[in-house]
């Protein structure tokens, strides 16, 4: 029973190792599993990333000893370029779904909700270890798909019919395509049981006075992306039901008549088409119903974690605490109305594209809100440089550049030449990859003592840090020049008869000094690899409160036992955001300190 | 079953809830109420059942567009419902009706006045299902198959969908039977609330998709 549980605190944590840290239903394990697969995740995704580069980068070069380990993919060393396909495919759906849907809103979503609303557990423990022992599968079943059959899935993370729906279209669109579509039903079922928890524990479950507005950001952000996460993803379901369909039982969804593959008509038996009347957009739209609010769930939390590091580390209130929540709450809702923005070429009327290219004008007003607010918070004060504060300002920076370009982008009539270019590429890891990582990199550092009881290791924090920075913009930013010269995403790259373009040759100079920073990009990753290992098991033991901030979850041990305090639960009296208040004793008044001084003291 | 046992059973665990009782009851640590207090939000258990159907909802709601963009193309031919799809909308109607009245006997003490209903229940909820499968196999008599023709393939998709969760919520319904039988349910109090809350969902939806499949 649930909260039979909660009564017990410590006295009822499980003893044998298989229940404590494999089976567990303890939020914070659960979030550090979380947290873990999807870091392993990373890795395997990031290195899909370096092979992808590799390609564009040195077309002409041969790889004999990347030819012996993938056999698979490559010929006499030269990749092929249906692997091609598979990679980017993999690559970018790994990342957005398995690694930073995952990450920061599985992991620590379940590491901290209750943490920072007051509660012993989440709403329904054994619900959220199924969540975990439904999304391993869906893990495995995804990277299994590179070595059944002629491998993994290659329509692209969109999975765009009819590439998606006829088996044989691409040697990716056999059992590939089919267990990129069971993999995913997993991960969405996980979500799901995730997003209900969240939802639940964050509305339901809170301490004495923890009012809605007396959550901290990343509370906000994590209850609207429950909310996206629970309204968009059935559409996806829905949408690879019919695919299913469509491939397995000949059923024409998204199917038209006409197909030829390998110039043989389908047809049946009797002279009548295979598939008739079906529509591919039909998917677009499914897909991007998902599609859309789903680059929410993964920026929402970094833009949380970005507010309570930015306060706490620039020892201020967070400015414009209201409008913050009001910003976050409009771009969950407007994110339900922009999805035609990725479909400005799908022939859709161009009244109708307007009408999205204004829904997605509309987003950049509460982005800006966001981006002033941390320039105000930023405004006057003296940092505390300590590595999350660090990261917090990449977020603030990647989503501004990332921003901008997005306001290109959301232009139909500048996005139809623009379509399907590395500026697309640039636009995306910029805003949505780029910031959502680095939120992740943040509230790693931030949170490290609340998870494994530890403290990281700064210099070794500071230093992946810059090499990251430096590498993420120098591998990103050049992508939206040779986007403007007309690069195609998604190309098995110039140089062999195969994949020669001239007009490309020109812009190769600059392919190398992308993958060259790609690669330094990639390696600089060890540093945290190595630092996180390093720390969680030896770096220096931490206080209840490293970092002298306000919020709840500070007022735990590090790290919180079952039940997260060894006593009653405490009541909150404030806001998580009471920095430099006058007459404080202290430079910050936890949000447990029951005075009648700072911002939001009393009532509210 | 002697009631007496029941009652002594429900006298030993008053605070301790036997399972269909929302479990927030006991969560907050010294008695503390939630801060949702009371209604749903002070009801954990019944939101979360709530909230999922939210996300069951807006999978229907998906595939709803896709039958509306499906339905706008040429080769559209409508299908007539096999008749015994009204046989079995009654089926489950009643099932729900039998549920409400099984919920009023065990509310008010009759156990077996309430075992007897949450029989019914169960009957007709199976009954609907050999039902669906019934119509299914009608379908396929007249030579309508799975890929015959869009109608088709969105009836048997749609039925489908709509009978597993049905068949989940028999499983839950056994769930709850086998425990009203071995009495762990407090009778007097409302344990079967949240397997109704579900059932009557799936009554609802299920009209829904008959508006939409053959009336529309
Ligand atoms: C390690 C840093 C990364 C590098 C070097 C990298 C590089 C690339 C490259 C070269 C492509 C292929 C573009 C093309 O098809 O021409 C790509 C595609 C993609 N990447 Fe990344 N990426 C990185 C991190 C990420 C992250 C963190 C995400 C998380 C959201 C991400 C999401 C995607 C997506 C969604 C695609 C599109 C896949 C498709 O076309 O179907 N990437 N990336
Ligand atoms: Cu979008």
New interface residues.
Partial sequence: MAHAEAHAAEAHAPQAFIWKYVFSKDHKVIGVQYYVTAMLMALIAGLLAMLIRLQVGFPEATWPTLGKLLPRGFSDGIMSPEFYAMLFTMHGTIMVFFVLSTAPVSGFGNVLIPLQVGWRDMAFPFLNALSYWTFLPGCIIILASFFVGAGAAAGGWTSYPPLSALQGAVPGSGTGQTLWIVGMVFFIASFTMGGLNFLTTILNLRTKGMSLTRLPLTMWAMLLVAVLGLLSFPSLVAGCILLLFDRHFGTSFYLPSGLILTNVPLLNPDGTPLHAGGSPLLWQHLFWFLGHPEVYILMLPALGFTSDILSTFCRKPIFGYKSMVGAMVSIGALSFLVWGHHMFVSGMNPYLGMAFAVFTMLIAVPSAVKVFNWLATLWGSRIQYRTPVFWALGVVSLFISGGLSGIWLGQSAVDIPLHDTYFVVAHFHLIMAGAALFGVFGATAYWFPKMFGRMMNETLGKAHFWFTFVAYYCTFFPMHYIGIAGHMRRIYASGRPIGYYEFLEPLQEINVFITRSALVLGASQLLFFVNFFWSAFKGPKASENPWNAAGLEWTTPSPPGHGNWPGEIPEVHRWPYDYSVPDAPKDFVPQTDPAPIGARAGGH | MPAEALEDRAKETPT??G?GRP????????G?P???GTGI????AL??VC??L???T??F???T??YM??RA????RPLAPPAILWLNTGALLASSAALEVARRRFRGWDLPAARTWVAVTGLLGALFVAGQYGAWRALAAQGIF??SN?HS?FFY?LTG?HGLHLLGGLAWFAAVASRLRRMTLTPGEDGLRLFAVYWHFLAGLWVYLLLVLFVL
Wanted: charged letters at 15%; proline letters at 9%; a negative charge.
């Fill in positions: 301790h809830s399972g479990e927030s009851r006991c969560g907050a640590p010294g503390d939630g801060p949702g939000l002070g009801d954990p939101f979360g909230a999922f939210g996300t069951v807006m999978l709601v998906g595939m567009s896709a963009v499906r193309s040429a080769d559209w799975l890929a869009p393939s998709v969908l």
